[in-house]
């Protein structure tokens, strides 16, 4: 297997850059389908794939175990999420130290969404509120990791506005992160206008995409709400036209579209954000493929 390298190093190759999100199972039967969704992705050789963590370290334990089969079984680069939720800033350096020890060289640095059933984000006595906070420390005491972190195209929904959300992006990367991945949009202009903002304040680091492949309109409308990305009309029609049975084509040709136009218009990949399910990935990482 190769040695683990740091993401950033990816980003200087000549062909645009494509990763995957997982989410730690619940269970060993949706853990064993998960890997199966992992194993029908290999021919496509991501650059990366992430694994997400949940709210106070509820999946720190589950994490870590299929971040390893990812990289064991799969071959795969593999950047587990990190949070500050619920951790005291001890807690956090020995996952880190976790992630270490396991061979992995890359973390996804984030505050983390408040606890269910909480509006808003508090951190525990000895831990941290913001992401650049943990940013620092990983950069502090494992310099030789990748470190990647969030950008909102949309604006981030806690923000008081589109400057300040900015401005404090550009601090989290002036703490140490070497890429951003955004949140999930539906309408290019937002990425690429929100790359232009981030150049103007001095943000020089690449800035991946995230898109989502929609499995159908009550899923995007809830996720819609959550994140506080708009939901073009034209999908929403297309998807209530679809139906049930054919959303998740739609959302495969709506995300294989906007993947065409991003790496036309520039962007230096994709991160496609698979829910654990492999069929509306596969098929646009295929029509890719195919194009050539």
């Not at 290999?42 to 175990?65: H, M, W």
């Not at 604006?155 to 951003?180: M, Q, W, Y």
Request: with cysteine; net charge negative.
């Amino acid at each position: 297997m190769n040695k683990a390298k740091t993401i950033v190093e990816r980003f200087d190759s000549e062909k645009p850059l494509f990763s995957v999100e997982f989410f730690p199972p619940k269970d060993d039967a949706t853990g064993e389908r998960m890997l199966q969704v992992a194993q029908a992705l290999q021919s496509y050789e991501p650059d990366f794939v992430s694994i997400t963590y949940g709210a106070g370290g509820g999946t720190r334990a589950t994490t870590l175990k299929y971040a390893r089969m990812l990289k064991e079984k799969c071959g795969f680069e593999v950047m587990p999420h990190l949070t500050c939720v619920g951790h005291k800033e001890a807690e956090l350096q020995d996952i880190l130290q976790e992630f270490a020890s396991a061979g992995f060289r890359n973390v996804m640095a984030l505050r983390g969404d408040p606890p269910k059933g909480e509006n808003r984000f508090k951190a525990v006595a000895g831990g941290f509120s913001h992401a650049d906070e943990l940013v620092r420390l990983i950069r502090q005491k494992f310099p030789n990791f990748g470190v990647g972190v969030a950008g909102y195209p949309e604006t981030h929904p806690e923000s008081s506005d589109v400057e300040n959300d900015i401005r404090r992006l550009a601090h989290k990367v002036s703490c140490g992160a070497d890429f951003v991945t955004t949140q999930l949009f539906f309408d290019n202009d937002f990425y690429f206008d929100f790359v232009r903002r981030c150049r103007q304040v001095g943000i020089e680091v690449p800035i991946l995409p995230g898109l989502l492949p929609v499995l159908s309109l009550a899923q995007i409308r809830r996720f819609s709400s959550m994140c506080g990305a708009a939901l073009p009309s034209q999908l929403e029609k297309r998807l209530e036209e679809a139906g049930e049975d054919g959303a998740e084509e739609v959302g495969a040709d709506w995300a294989y579209e906007q993947i065409k136009g991003l790496l036309e218009g520039g962007a230096p990949g994709f991160h496609l954000y698979a829910l654990n399910k492999s069929k509306a990935t596969t098929s646009i990482l295929e029509r890719l493929r195919d194009k050539g």
